[in-house]
């Protein structure tokens, strides 16, 4: 079984401050893990994943997430928050043969 | 670019009418799904085809019956929906339904309120 749970449904933070988006993951195998991003009046793209290559993922737009076993984490960071970013952003897991199972998504406000 | 094409963007149905949903894939993929996302819960995978054949049905009442008539068309057909159903329906595709890290490459939706 697997689950992903996002942590706050809704942050705002100010343009040009830190970006954190909190996931924590539950997985019977070791996972595959990712974050997409959904603009309004669009569908999920991709924005990284974690594959076990790296602990460190970089993804688009200068997101990064880092995977913590010990702590069953991917939170996924931005040093400095566009205008831009202002989207939701959906945490899934997938292990196995097992479907993707995605977070409830969580919408980030970017304040001028 | 998304690959994926969904029409329409927009559908207003009633309880009894009969509509259909489709989706289009350019990517040369050979997996395609449906899913369904309603309001603070978290996507739900309706149906999944792998090379035009059915690989996974999650536990969706009849009134939803899909089809894939090729690798690059899928279709949701819809009838005696309740208002409950109203939610974004989202197609996507990806190139193997088996691999655990497979990106998912998803259309925009189509939006739909049952009245």
């Known amino acids: 079984a697997q689950s992903v749970t996002q942590l706050g449904s809704h942050v705002s933070v100010s343009e040009g401050a830190l970006v954190l988006l909190r996931c924590n993951y539950s997985?019977?195998?070791?996972?595959?893990l990712f974050w997409y991003v959904q603009y309004p009046n669009q569908g999920l793209q991709l924005l990284l994943k974690y594959t076990s290559a790296a602990t460190l993922v970089k993804g688009i737009n200068g997101f990064e997430a880092e995977f913590k076993k010990s702590e069953t984490s991917f939170h996924l960071t931005k040093p400095s928050a566009h205008m831009s970013d202002a989207a939701e952003y959906f945490c899934?897991?997938?292990?196995?043969?097992?479907?993707?199972?995605f977070g409830t998504g969580t919408k980030l406000q970017v304040i001028p | 670019e998304t690959g994926v094409t969904q029409t329409p963007r927009h559908l207003v149905m009633g309880m009894t009418n009969k509509k259909s949903l489709k989706c289009e894939q350019h990517?040369?993929?050979?997996?395609m799904y449906w899913y369904k996302q309603s309001a603070k819960k978290p996507l739900e995978l309706m149906f999944v085809y792998s090379l035009e054949e059915r690989v996974e049905n999650n536990s969706v009442p009849s009134r939803f019956s899909p089809e894939c008539p090729n690798s690059s068309h899928l279709f949701l057909h819809l009838h005696t929906l309740q208002p409950e159903d109203s939610a974004l329906y989202l197609c996507?595709?990806?190139?193997?339904?088996?691999?655990?890290?497979?990106?998912?490459?998803f259309g925009s939706g189509t939006q739909l309120s049952v009245l």
């Open positions: 990517l040369g993929h050979n997996a």
């Open positions: 997985s019977s195998v070791p996972p595959y």
């Open positions: 899934a897991v997938s292990g196995g043969y097992q479907k993707v199972t």
């Open positions: 996507a595709s990806s190139q193997d339904s088996i691999k655990p890290n497979e990106k998912l490459f």
